[in-house]
């Protein structure tokens, strides 16, 4: 069952991400979040390399970003395990492989999730250099995968999206999600997914978000970028 046509609304277009489909759905937030997992997880790569073992409070706060990310990517999943998979599996039948395909990723990235929290733990724990090794390559592992599921979702997935889901449930599902964050989730969400965008990007951000998100964002942006200074330095 395919929705009724309703017109295509702009996409933008990040690095590292593999598709921008056209469609009348909206897939700002999504590729916004996508963005978000792919340049932390590579930014957190860089820094636990150069990171002095003796800096433990350095190491304490890159495994409190690392859990924060955890945080939007549970999120980020249990919504499409809850509102999206569902209607596409029955809205979508012929496409049950793609589907399949897709859970069976997110399956797979739980095993890197939870090896790079527990290398994380004894990193913090007691740093060395071995169990530094071990944590990254638990994280290289976890952005390798994750990434891998990022662009088949991008090319595969939201072509599936576009034509098996309503706007109207598409906001709703967004709704949704901002109330599980709560207001305090909501403000850090918006200095993590408006980190580092590129101009045009921002540009757009701009021109189609609602006032308020405007200001929401323009509230805590300083103070992001410089907890993210600190981080990433």
Not at 111 to 121: L, M, P, Q, V, Y
Not at 170 to 181: C, E, F, G, S, T
Not at 222 to 227: A, D, M
Request: a neutral charge.
């Amino acid at each position: 069952m395919r929705v009724p046509p309703y017109p295509d609304v702009p996409q933008i277009k990040l690095p590292g991400q593999a598709a921008a489909v056209p469609g009348p759905l909206d897939m700002t937030n999504m590729y916004l979040a996508h963005y978000g997992f792919r340049r932390d997880l590579g930014h957190l790569l860089t820094a636990v390399g150069r990171v002095g073992r003796a800096d433990r409070r350095r190491i304490t706060a890159l495994r409190e970003h690392f859990g924060w990310v955890l945080y939007a990517l549970h999120h980020h999943r249990t919504s499409e395990d809850e509102f999206v998979w569902p209607k596409l599996r029955e809205r979508a039948p012929e496409a049950v492989e793609t589907i399949d395909a897709l859970e069976a990723e997110h399956e797979a990235c739980e095993r890197w999730i939870d090896e790079s929290t527990g290398a994380f733990r004894a990193f913090a724990d007691g740093p060395s250099e071995e169990r530094r090794e071990r944590l990254m390559a638990a994280l290289r592992s976890l952005a390798d995968t994750l990434g891998a599921h990022l662009a088949h979702e991008e090319t595969d997935g939201i072509p599936l999206m576009m034509a098996h889901i309503t706007p109207d449930e598409d906001a709703h599902m967004h709704q949704v999600i901002l109330k599980r964050y709560g207001l305090p989730g909501v403000l850090k969400l918006l200095g993590w997914i408006t980190f580092g965008l590129p101009s045009d990007v921002e540009t757009h951000l701009r021109r189609t978000s609602p006032a308020r998100l405007r200001l929401l964002s323009s509230l805590v942006k300083g103070q992001y970028r410089r907890r993210m200074a600190y981080l990433w330095a």
